[in-house]
């Protein structure tokens, strides 16, 4: 699979694009991706890119044109005329919130191409005429669309067949099965007097399966209800719907931490505080 990514800041992906996963993705040639610099689209002296909003107000807007001859160069189409060879995707705070089912569709594509706006965004004429699919990462504001196509491509590489050294590891994910998942444990099984749950040392493969479903339901329950509907419309085995029952029928514990009660919580620059402080928009 092949992403192109258009950008004020190539230097931006040096390292989230060379390490790890990613990194042997790429050495192993199972994905490409290829940088484009959006000023290399420039053809004055001064190589500009932006300008101020007409209407005034704050912040530079990208040039329509720049940003059409940047695409055009690379994709090999006339913006407005033909199509482009592959689906286009604006990283943008108004799109379309990503999400797995969102990312699993992305990457059906062979190939991608990631557009990053910046400054206050991009002159709307060049989205109108290449209608990309806008996509956004939620309800806060980055500095440009750099650091969102990062996410937006470790998260779509996984799918790549390959990329991933155990094929079954983006079917057990959170959200490949609607809900969070159970807790994970590692030697030594007591650590500063702390006891993993006995069921992991019993080697009852179904018992454990059970377990870490109830747990994933519990979790599930406590921190994202609203996954719960979805996952229980679905076909549920009996031993699901014994489960889901059990769980159902908990009380929540109330002394749990929450993000409020969390050892920090209200320390400067703690989640509360910043909407207040450190939020220009
Ligand atoms: Cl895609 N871009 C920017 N600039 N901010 C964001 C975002 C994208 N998603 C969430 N916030």
């Not at 720049?66 to 090999?76: D, F, G, P, S």
């Not at 002394?255 to 509360?272: F, I, K, Q, V």
Request: aromatic share 6%; charged share 30%; net charge negative.
């Amino acid at each position: 699979m092949r992403f192109d990514v258009f950008t004020l800041f190539p230097d931006y992906f040096s390292g989230p694009l060379s390490t790890s996963i990613l990194k042997r993705a790429r050495e192993a040639d199972l994905i490409q991706i290829e940088l484009h610099d959006i000023r290399d689209a420039t053809t004055d002296k001064w190589r500009v890119v932006d300008d101020a909003p007409f209407g005034g107000g704050a912040g530079m807007v990208l040039k329509a044109e720049i940003v059409a001859k940047a695409l055009e160069n690379v994709l090999n189409f006339d913006v407005g005329v033909s199509a482009p060879p592959c689906p286009v995707v604006y990283l943008t705070p108004q799109g379309r919130t990503l999400n797995q089912s969102l990312v699993e569709e992305l990457a059906t594509h062979s190939r991608l191409a990631l557009l990053c706006g910046h400054y206050e965004g991009i002159d709307e004429r060049v989205i109108e005429a290449v209608q990309p699919l806008e996509v956004s990462l939620g309800d806060f504001v980055l500095t440009g669309g750099e650091g969102a196509a990062a996410i937006l491509i470790e998260a779509v590489a996984r799918f790549v067949p390959g990329v991933l050294g155990n094929e079954n590891s983006a079917s057990g994910d959170s959200f490949a099965t609607g809900l969070l998942e159970a807790p994970h444990y590692t030697r030594p099984a007591n650590w500063r007097g702390r006891d993993i749950p006995e069921i992991l040392l019993s080697g009852h493969h179904a018992n454990i399966e059970a377990w870490r479903l109830e747990e994933a339901l519990r979790r599930t329950k406590k921190r994202r209800p609203d996954l719960l509907g979805e996952w229980q419309q679905r076909e549920l085995s009996k031993r699901e719907r014994k489960i889901w029952d059990k769980v159902q029928s908990e009380r929540q514990p109330d002394d749990e931490p929450t993000l409020d009660t969390m050892p920090g919580a209200d320390e400067p620059g703690a989640p509360e505080n910043i909407d207040e402080e450190n939020t220009e928009k």
